[in-house]
């Protein structure tokens, strides 16, 4: 089994900042993609931004220059700094993690896991 298990989100003022974690663990073989997406009620989940194995990054237009998504390849962790936040940032944040695992110690099979999602409020 592979978990993902996001954390850091809370309450910030418009302007402010938050810093989001993500770690995936458990039986993996190899990652080679994971991902920021957030949702409001009554929405449809959206990306947020992703990042590959090679280091390859995209953004929502909505987020550009204000976001920025790294990773700790090693660690099987990636974080989204958010910068100068706003009211229509606050959603629930999911971390999506995509690549391979152990299904049985001889089987590899495709992994696409998504987490329980972090809150994060953007209020005055």
């Known amino acids: 089994q592979v978990h993902v298990v996001e954390s850091g989100g809370g309450w910030v003022q418009p302007g402010g900042s938050l810093r989001l974690a993500c770690t995936a663990s458990?039986?993996?073989?190899?990652?080679?993609?994971m991902g920021w997406y957030r949702q409001t009620p009554g929405k449809e989940r959206e990306l947020v931004a992703t990042i590959t194995s090679s280091g390859a990054t995209n953004y929502a237009d909505s987020v550009k220059g204000r976001f920025t998504i790294s990773a700790h390849h090693a660690g099987n962790t990636i974080f989204l700094e958010m910068d100068s936040l706003k009211f229509e940032d606050s959603a629930d944040y999911y971390c999506n993690a995509q690549g391979l695992y152990y299904k049985d110690i001889d089987e590899i099979e495709r992994l696409d896991v998504w987490g329980q999602g972090t809150l994060v409020t953007v209020s005055s």
């Open positions: 458990g039986s993996i073989f190899s990652i080679n993609f």
